[in-house]
């Protein structure tokens, strides 16, 4: 059973609309993450937050941006999308561990096509 | 900052044989190291973890190993099963953030 959501699935959508992908978790982690993947293929960091008004951007360029009003919302938006967009969007969150590294729990991820 | 790496990018190996992925990172103070498996149309799912103050850890067909000086560790599979397939990523932990490696396609010969 999934703890972590992502709405929609998948989505094809046309070029210059603004979309919103929506991500919640139920765990209370505090970190939540988003990454860009073309299937099966590296995955790209492009942006994270560490809490509750805390977002930051990743490693890779992205014309998205994101907001954390609340600890278990992450949503990822698109003011204008291009068919450049067209990828598979993951979130994931994590707790702070006390020592070292935590892992991640990952949604089932959204597909878009912008065409 | 942490990199790592992952080889091969590709591994096909016959059912029933044992597989195995290796991973290097650089980060000396790093101490976390998951495994990943993604099957299609789906998120990765954390298999199996291992910390630095451990060298092996085992879950039935899977295990990982450590080797903290060289800075490597390795998902052994063993008794591939066509359920194996799927692409698995590697990650190490930096600044409270996992840096993953590029992921590698495991294939499953009957």
């Known amino acids: 059973e999934a703890d972590i959501y992502q709405t929609p699935r998948y989505l094809v959508i046309g070029t210059g609309k603004k979309i919103t992908l929506e991500c919640s978790q139920t765990?209370?982690?505090?970190?939540m993450y988003w990454y860009q993947q073309d299937p099966g293929m590296e995955l790209h960091l492009i942006h994270y937050s560490y809490g509750v008004n805390s977002t930051e951007k990743g490693d890779l360029s992205s014309e998205s941006t994101v907001s954390r009003i609340r600890t278990e919302h992450f949503p990822l938006t698109l003011e204008s999308a291009r068919p450049s967009h067209t990828s598979q969007y993951l979130c994931a969150s994590s707790k702070t561990p006390g020592t070292g590294g935590s892992g991640y729990t990952f949604g089932s991820g959204t597909r878009l096509t912008v065409v | 900052g942490e990199n790592v790496e992952q080889h091969p990018s590709t591994l096909s190996v016959q059912e029933g044989d044992s597989a195995v992925i290796k991973c290097t990172y650089s980060?000396?103070?790093?101490?976390?190291f998951p495994w990943y498996k993604q099957e299609l149309g789906k998120g990765p799912q954390l298999i199996i973890d291992?910390?630095?103050n451990v060298g092996e850890k085992k879950d039935q067909r899977i295990a990982v190993t450590l080797n903290k000086t060289a800075k490597h560790f390795s998902l052994h599979i063993t008794e591939t099963q066509p359920e194996d397939s799927a692409v698995y990523f590697c990650g190490g932990d930096s600044n409270y953030q996992l840096i993953w490696g590029a992921g590698t396609k495991l294939i499953i010969k009957p």
């Open positions: 980060d000396s103070a790093s101490n976390y």
């Open positions: 291992i910390r630095s």
């Open positions: 765990m209370g982690h505090d970190k």
